[in-house]
């Protein structure tokens, strides 16, 4: 007679907080050519003024974090003469392998809201004034 042994597996589960899934899509895109800064809202913005240092990374993403899967909107500033097509695709291959490698997580929805350009003059006048 064979007798089979089962074995009682532990019920196992990884979750992360938004905040992992922004902080990883934020450094990620900032890395992206073309990508001038991520954008929030006015209450964000106002706030990194206030407390002033390094620049939150998670500033102007939302993501809806499922246990396999993870939706992600971005707002962002590109750089004027890039080609904004070219700039999406870059951030999302980059941002879709990034969170897969770290996470295990599938991005299934992703958006990048282009709110502003800048040219270099602009940026070059805004490094100075900080």
Do not use: R, W
Not at 48 to 70: A, C, L, R, S, W
Not at 109 to 116: G, Q
């Amino acid at each position: 007679m064979d007798q089979t042994q089962t074995e009682n597996q532990p019920n196992m589960k990884l979750t992360f907080e938004d905040d992992v899934i922004k902080k990883i899509t934020g450094i990620t895109a900032n890395e992206v050519d073309g990508i001038v800064s991520l954008d929030g809202n006015v209450f964000s913005e106002l706030t990194n003024k206030i407390t002033p240092g390094e620049d939150d990374p998670k500033t102007g993403i939302n993501v809806d974090v499922g246990e396999k899967q993870v939706a992600i909107k971005m707002d962002a500033t590109i750089e004027y003469g890039q080609n904004a097509q070219k700039v999406f695709e870059k951030v999302f291959v980059k941002v879709k392998a990034a969170i897969k490698e770290m996470t295990g997580l599938s991005v299934v929805d992703f958006e990048l809201h282009v709110n502003d350009i800048k040219t270099k003059k602009e940026l070059s006048d805004n490094k100075n004034d900080q």
